[in-house]
Structure formats: C-alpha cells, structure tokens
C-alpha cells in the first residue's frame, strides 16, 4: 500500500488542521492505521490510531480531547482532526499502515512497515 499525507500549514495557537492519509495500491479497509510526528533531532512519536473498522481508536495523553482520528474507507482515507492546537504540536506529521492482524501495538512506530512522506506542521503562538 502506498499512503500520501497531506493537509499540513500554519496556523495560530488555538486554530484548527485537518490532515488526510490518502492510499492506494491495496485493499485499505484491511489496514490499520497510525499518525506520528517528529520535530527534527528527536524521535518519531505517537500521536493517534484507528482500527481497520474504525471502531476502535487510540491517543497518545497530550493529544486526548483535542485530536481526532476517524477514516473513510470509500475513500481510502484517514483524517486526523487537531483543534486547540498549541505550538508544542508544531512537528512533520506522518501517517503509517500495517494489515490489522499483523499489528500487536498501535503505538509501536516499529510495528508499522508503510509509510507517507509526511506533512508539516507549524504552529505559531
């Protein structure tokens, strides 16, 4: 599967994003999903996940409230909804994919073999 993630920019303190994790090549709906981000000379780290189906989502603490992940599988997308962002979640955004069964833990950034070239994004206080 290939993904593509898109949707990044700048934005205020307080304002909103929506990123999008578009992919191709495979059948999606059997993918589950992740978003990471890394600021530059720290290591990538988790931010949220969804199920193939949607129905079971995860956050990493800083995120819990303000971000949220839902997918589309017509469309082959995963959005990641960030409201109330703060410039500590200035940072590349990446999104990643693996087939369900093969995941054992969404937060593992190891665990996930696919990968977009990530998008970034800058938030200015």
């Known amino acids: 599967v290939q993904l593509q993630a898109c949707g990044g920019g700048t934005v205020q303190a307080g304002g909103s994003l929506r990123l999008s994790c578009v992919a191709s090549?495979?059948?999606?709906?059997?993918?589950?999903v992740g978003w990471f981000r890394q600021v530059s000379g720290k290591d990538r780290e988790f931010v949220a996940a969804i199920s193939w189906s949607g129905t079971n989502t995860y956050y990493t603490d800083s995120v819990k409230g303000r971000f949220a992940i839902s997918r589309d599988n017509t469309k082959n997308t995963v959005y990641l909804q960030m409201n109330s962002l703060k410039p500590e979640d200035t940072a590349v955004y990446f999104c990643?994919?693996?087939?369900?069964?093969?995941?054992?833990?969404?937060?593992?950034?190891?665990?996930?073999?696919?990968w977009g070239q990530g998008t970034q994004v800058t938030v200015s206080s």
């Open positions: 990643a994919a693996e087939k369900e069964y093969l995941i054992r833990y969404y937060r593992d950034v190891g665990g996930y073999p696919y």
């Open positions: 090549g495979d059948t999606f709906s059997t993918y589950g």
